[in-house]
């Protein structure tokens, strides 16, 4: 007779043994969550470490991009006063001698009275035209200074050609001046009279002055008025 299957007991399913080292998990738990934490925090303070010196590195290049950006403004103050020391007389004597500054017409016409007495020359005419800047051809840096110059057509009367550059040397050594052009001609005298000027000459000056450039005027916006 078979066995009745509803009353029949089962056989028990067979078990897999766990290997050691999971069974033995517990008692080394503590120590791998503490590995864990030990790993986390060092790669951590790793990250952190290369932050900072990431940090630090911007900062010194920021210090001395600020260190070399002083040297040079230092350096620049340096060679400003070693030039206002070396070129300061030579400033001073060229404002007295009027090459810096205002024109000095008055003083101008005075030299030519005093050269033309000092050589002893006949009485001269000029005509003076309204200062203007001076156009360079080539680049010339002048700093904040302008070029200008006053021209004078002179007409003079020599007894002889060396009293034409006697006279432009004597003045030369009281201001400043171009020779742009000059013209002599033969006067229509006769030939040995005593004290006769047997030459003139008409010639073109630039009487040459630095100064500072002027500033452009601000201009001020009035606001509109309202209507009542």
Known sequence: MSPNPITAKKKP?????????????????????????????????????????????????????????AYSRYAQVDNEKRDIRNFQHRFVELRQRGLIGDERRLEWLDAIRQTQEQLKLPPLSYEIE????????????????????????????????????NFFQALRDSSYFAVQDCSIKRLGVVAGTPGASSLGADCTLNWITLNTAPKAPSLTVASPKGKS
């Open 13 to 69: 399913a067979d078990t897999v043994a766990l290997p050691y080292w999971i069974a033995e998990f517990a008692l080394i738990r503590t120590a791998l969550l503490t590995l864990c934490a030990a790993v986390i925090v060092s790669v951590a303070g790793v990250l952190l470490s290369d932050y900072k010196r990431q940090d630090a590195s911007d900062l010194a290049e920021h210090s001395q991009r600020l260190r070399d950006a």
């Open 130 to 165: 309204p200062q203007v800047v001076v156009q360079l051809e080539g680049p010339l840096d002048l700093g904040e200074f302008q070029l200008r110059g006053s021209r004078m057509h002179l007409h003079m009367e020599l007894l002889h050609e060396l009293d034409l550059f």
